[in-house]
């Protein structure tokens, strides 16, 4: 990755909202590209998901 594409990414990774899929299709290169040039990127933590309501049967 340039440096520019990885300050993006790590501009981009700050916002919760991002993805690590919609960064790596943001810059044009693979997920794997983004794990192994960016350090730490193993540990960021998953968005919450939303709670789901179950009917009874």
Known sequence: MSPEQLAR??????????????????????RATLYYDIPGLRGRPRPARKATVTTGR
Not at 9 to 30: C, F, H, N, R
């Open 9 to 30: 990414a790590t501009e981009l990774l700050a916002d919760p909202a991002w993805t690590i899929t919609a960064v790596a299709k943001e810059l044009g290169v693979s």
